[in-house]
């Protein structure tokens, strides 16, 4: 085998271990999240930071993983998956905007 391939099946199967890790909910706490539609036409997605004044959402979340699935009608497109930490700090950023 060459060097390129083993370095690059090594990269993958980290990756492939932490999808598991985050999976194993004995371990991780998961936030879910669905929008349906509107962000379709929009082509922006909602990530909630506040409800009547007080945090909500994002904000208030303890979860380490924030799963946002996007819907067409019934039916799921996608899913995305964020570190919250990583997702809180890209929310604060556009936040200052």
């Not at 799963?67 to 009608?73: A, D, E, K, V």
């Amino acid at each position: 085998m060459n060097k390129k391939f083993d370095k690059d099946l090594k990269y993958g199967q980290e990756r492939e271990n932490r999808i598991v890790s985050i999976l194993d909910k004995d371990k991780t706490k998961l936030e879910v999240k669905t929008e349906r539609d509107w962000w379709q036409k929009s082509g922006n997605m909602c990530i909630e930071v506040e409800c009547y004044g007080k945090p909500s959402g994002i904000d208030a979340t303890e979860s380490d993983y924030w799963f946002h699935n996007l819907c067409i009608g019934d039916d799921e497109y996608c899913t995305l998956v964020f570190n919250t930490k990583t997702l809180k700090k890209i929310v604060k950023k556009l936040d200052s905007f």
